[in-house]
């Protein structure tokens, strides 16, 4: 079974600081996900991560992949309030697609002014 | 047209009724998803439907029935459902097999509140 643990659960952290969010999965897998979801909404795509050593950037956010540790992360730069949000890492149970995604449980990220 | 359009946004439902989520996209995908998602958890994979055919269920139980009546719709209906079924029901689409840059399309989601 699938298993994807995300850290830390919950953060809340100032302007202007930097933090990365750790995302652990229990099997191969080469894509991973993540999303972010706003109280009340469905989810945004913010990257998908399709082999190991990937990197992508996006404004203040920047996701990397290393399969071999089964690992992701999403680092935060220069936080600023409007990232205020849960973000999920999913991660698909085999290659190809259409066999639905596993998600973490989270991280609940609060940027005080 | 990129979007994944769900109705209602909203569902109020006792306990007794019958009622159906609907969910559309018209980006060619034929792989269509439900997944169920309570307060403040991650979403939970119930159904896939590949080619219109039903080929994931994670052991939903029988109140939720999915239909997938073309490759452009998929429904989810809804009977005798008990209060914990509160949540946000999404829906999803993707192509079946992923290419670079691959990923679902999620739509707005139905709020589902069972009373």
């Known amino acids: 079974e699938l298993k994807v643990e995300q850290n830390p659960l919950f953060l809340s952290m100032q302007e202007g600081k930097n933090y990365t969010i750790y995302c652990n999965y229990s099997?191969?897998?080469?894509?991973l996900y993540w999303y972010r979801q706003d109280p009340g909404k469905s989810l945004e795509s913010l990257f998908v991560?399709?082999?190991?050593?990937a990197v992508k950037q996006e404004g203040r956010l920047m996701a990397s992949l290393d399969t071999k540790a089964r690992l992701s992360t999403l680092h935060i730069t220069a936080a600023v309030h409007d990232l205020s949000a849960t973000y999920f890492c999913a991660v698909e149970d085999s290659g190809g697609g259409a066999d639905g995604l596993t998600f973490g449980k989270g991280t609940h990220l609060i940027i005080q002014p | 047209d990129t979007e994944v359009t769900q109705t209602p946004k909203h569902l109020v439902m006792g306990m007794t009724n019958k009622k159906s989520l609907k969910c559309e996209q018209h980006m060619g995908h034929r792989a269509m998803y439900w997944y169920k998602q309570k307060a403040k958890k991650p979403p939970e994979l119930m159904f896939v439907?590949?080619?219109?055919?039903?080929?994931i269920n994670e052991s939903v139980p029988s109140r939720f029935s999915p239909e997938c009546p073309n490759s452009s719709l998929l429904n989810l209906h809804l009977h005798a459902l008990q209060p914990e079924d509160s949540a946000l029901y999404l829906c999803a689409s993707s192509r079946l097999v992923f290419g670079q840059d691959e990923k679902l399309f999620f739509g707005s989601g139905t709020q589902l509140s069972v009373l």
């Open positions: 991560l399709l082999s190991n050593g």
């Open positions: 099997t191969t897998s080469d894509r």
């Open positions: 439907y590949s080619y219109e055919k039903l080929s």
